[in-house]
């Protein structure tokens, strides 16, 4: 609803709602929805938000869908977001922990928020046949939403994908292809086909959809909190989609009034052996360039080169956050270290954000009696192959 146009986040060329659209046609970078949030705020209101269903589709003032009719939904969103103080109480300085658990989504993943959204303006707009590249989370999401919605899903993923992902996937009726690569082989493989094959390319910010479900993280955090937000969000990032979204949606909600001037600090949490925003973001530079090699068992942050770079670089940097790489070791330790103390089974992706947390509060970066947010962006029984020997 209240959607005026779609801008490119790099360009600003305007683009007419009500299409299907992938990259900016000018310059080849992602566009962003933009809505008439006078309108918006009108009905959304703190007041009528206390009414809604506990789904993301509770934020349907801001979401793209003309017509309910289309939504294609599994229940997503509204996921808890718990206080972790037995795991605080291992740090070296007293913080307020939390942990915003995405994993208690349809399909066990935050990639639910955004295939929502994604499959219901597909749905919307006419397309019949959807395809993506995806380390995993992503297909398992896109495999499910469509069948919910009666289209055929094309996915391709890298060979060494989580088993779990693959299996769903086919269970769920999608096509599957596995692909001698990484995920940027598998994105070229659909941008080859999908104009003979007749398929629409569902990846993620080459479609101006899923950034708008994953948003809603941004939305819930602020409701959750009684319409403020925390001081530090710690964000395991691949192709930085609920990083970016979050982040617009700040924006939206401070024009809508829901929330002030005040923002986190915005940190990206990479695997070591798959840092290419890290790496920009300390050598200075605005767009990433592709990681060597890129090898980490947390397949979802397994992306070499993101298309929203830029848009992950500039959140970091207006924030006055940071950027941090864990080794893989690190990160399947924390996996235990969490649900040892809490009961949080994570994904290997979610847990990577203690070892950084360590890390920041080492450096100083996060200090004592600040209330910081750990996205646990998936679930831990997805990736039996890391937890095994
Ligand atoms: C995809 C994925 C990520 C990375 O998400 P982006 O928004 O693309 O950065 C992190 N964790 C899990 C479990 C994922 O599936
Ligand atoms: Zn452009």
């Not at 206390?50 to 003309?66: G, I, N």
């Not at 300085?93 to 942990?99: A, F």
């Not at 066990?108 to 303006?121: C, E, I, L, P």
């Not at 919910?148 to 094309?154: D, K, L, V, Y």
Request: aromatic share 6%.
């Amino acid at each position: 609803m209240n959607v005026t146009h779609l801008e490119c986040a790099n360009c600003d060329v305007r683009y007419e709602a009500g299409k299907l659209h992938n990259l900016c046609t000018a310059c080849g970078k992602p566009l962003l929805v933009q809505y008439d949030l006078e309108a918006a705020s009108r009905t959304m209101t703190k007041e009528s938000l206390r009414l809604r269903e506990p789904s993301l589709w509770r934020y349907r003032e801001v979401l793209p869908v003309v017509d309910d009719e289309n939504i294609v939904s599994l229940g997503e969103g509204m996921t808890p977001l718990l206080k972790v103080d037995r795991l605080a109480s291992t740090l070296s300085v007293k913080i307020d922990l939390y942990i915003k658990d995405e994993s208690t989504n349809p399909t066990q993943s935050f990639k639910a928020r955004g295939m929502t959204a994604a499959v219901s303006m597909a749905n919307e707009l006419g397309v019949t046949k959807t395809a993506a590249p995806s380390a995993g989370n992503a297909a398992g999401a896109l495999a499910a939403y469509a069948a919910r919605a009666g289209m055929e899903a094309h996915l391709f993923m890298p060979v060494d994908t989580p088993r779990a992902n693959v299996v769903e996937c086919e269970q769920n009726g999608a096509f599957v292809t596995l692909v001698d690569g990484l995920i940027t082989d598998c994105g070229r493989i659909v941008a080859d086909l999908k104009d003979a094959e007749g398929w629409f390319d569902v990846s993620t910010l080459k479609e101006p959809y899923r950034v708008e479900g994953k948003k809603t993280m941004g939305y819930e955090l602020a409701e959750q909190f009684d319409w403020t937000l925390p001081d530090v969000i710690l964000y395991p990032t691949g192709g930085g989609t609920g990083l970016i979204g979050m982040w617009k949606a700040f924006d939206e909600m401070e024009q809508m009034g829901l929330i002030g001037p005040e923002r986190p600090r915005m940190v990206t949490v990479q695997a070591a052996g798959c840092a290419p925003i890290v790496k920009a973001f300390e050598s200075g530079e605005r767009f990433a360039e592709e990681f060597p090699n890129a090898h980490t068992s947390a397949s979802g942050l397994r992306v070499p080169k993101a298309i929203g770079d830029f848009l992950i670089l500039d959140a970091i940097r207006e924030s006055g956050g940071t950027a941090v790489a864990v080794p893989d070791m690190q990160l399947i330790a924390a996996v235990r270290e969490i649900g040892s103390a809490e009961g949080m089974f994570c994904a290997p992706e979610g847990a990577a954000c203690l070892p950084a947390l360590k890390k920041l509060i080492a450096d100083g970066v996060v200090n004592e009696g600040e209330k910081v947010v750990i996205f646990n962006t998936g679930a831990g029984v997805k990736y039996l192959e890391c937890f095994e020997s």
